[in-house]
C-alpha cells in the first residue's frame, strides 16, 4: 500500500497491479482509476516528491441513491464543514455516511473560534410565514466581484428557512422584501402574516403594510435580543461562510458566494430545533436531495458546447465550484483560463484539490493560483 504521508512512487510502480491515468499540473497530480471511470487519489508537489493528499482506494463504487456512501471528511466539507454532532442527523437523509474521521481540521478552529449557544427549540409561530424575522448585514468593506456590499436576511420562525438576498445598497432591502411577499403567496398559497425587524429606515413600508394587512412589529432601539431569531442566524452564516472561504482560498471578493452557499447548506442540515429536521423538509414536507452537492472552492472541468468547439479545441473548461445559480439546474463555475462565472450541468469533480489553496509549501515553485484573480 501506499501510505498518505509516503512520496508519490513513479507511475510505473502504481499502475502494476491496476490501471490507473495520472494528470500531472504545475503542482497537483490526479489519480483516476480508467475501469471504475471515476478519482481515486490525489498528490501535491512539495520539495521536487508529490505526496499523496488522499489514499488510493481501487474498490468498487457503491450504489447511489439520495447519495452515495463515503468518508464523512468529504461530506464534512461538502456541507459547510458541519460538526461530529450533525454525524447521526444526516443518516435521516439516507446519507450513508462513514462516521470515522481521523483527520484534524483546522478549517474548523479558524472559522469557529467559538461555538454559539443553542438557539431555544421554542418557536412563536404555528404555521409557514405566519412570522418573518428579516435583518441587513453590512456593509463588507470589500464589496463582491458582481458590486454587493450587503445581504438581506429572512427567517421563517416556523420552519427556520433562510433566504439570503444580496444587496449594493442598503435601500435596496425594501423593493426586495415586498417581492419576498409576493413570491410567498404566489408559490405556497399563503401570504405573510407578520415581518419583525429593527427600526431600520430601510423597513420603513407603511402604505405597503396598510394595503397588504402585515403586521410590523418592531424591536426596542439597541436591544437585537427581541430579534435574536435572524441575529443567531447571521452568526451562523457567517461562522459557515468563513470555513467555505478558508477551505477554498478564494479572494475576498468572492465572499458574497460563500454567504449564498453557507445558507443553501444551513437550510439542508438537520437540527435538533425541529426535532431533528431540516429547514428544507420542514417547509417542503419531504428531505433534501443531496445527490448533486459538492465541496465548494474543488477543482472541476465543466464540458465544453460542441457548437462551440472545433475539432482541436479543448473539450472542457477548468474551473472552481462556486455553488448553484438559483433557477438553473447547473453547477456555477468560476472559469481559471478567462476569469468568467457560467453555469454548466456536465462537470466532473475533484473534492480534494483546490486551486485557491494556499501554496505556502511550494515555495519554490511557480504556480499559476499563486495570486488569485477576481472575475470582472
Known sequence: GISRSAPFKPPTALNRDVSLCLTFFSDVCLIQDMQLRRMTGSAKLSHGLYHLEQPVDTSQPKHFSAATSQDFDVWHFRLGHVSHSKVPLLKNLCLDIDTNSSIPCDTCHFARQKRLPFPSSTSVAQQSFELIHVDIWGPNPIPSYDGFKYFLTIVDDFTRMTWLILLPAKSDARPKLQAFCSYVERQFQTTVKRIRSDQGREFEMTEFFNRTGILHELSCVETPQQNSRVERKHQHILAVARALKFQSNLSPSFWSDCVKH??????????????????????????????DLKVFGCLCFASTLANHRSKFDSRARKGVFLGFQPGMKGYKIY?????????SRDVQFYEHVFPFKDQSQNQNQTSPYANPIDPT
Do not use: A, E
Open 335 to 343: 472559469d481559471l483560463l478567462t476569469h468568467d462565472i457560467f453555469v
Open 262 to 291: 453557507s445558507v443553501f447548506l444551513i437550510n439542508r442540515v438537520p437540527t435538533i430545533v425541529l426535532g431533528n429536521q431540516t429547514p428544507f423538509q420542514k417547509l417542503y414536507n419531504k428531505p433534501p436531495d443531496l445527490s
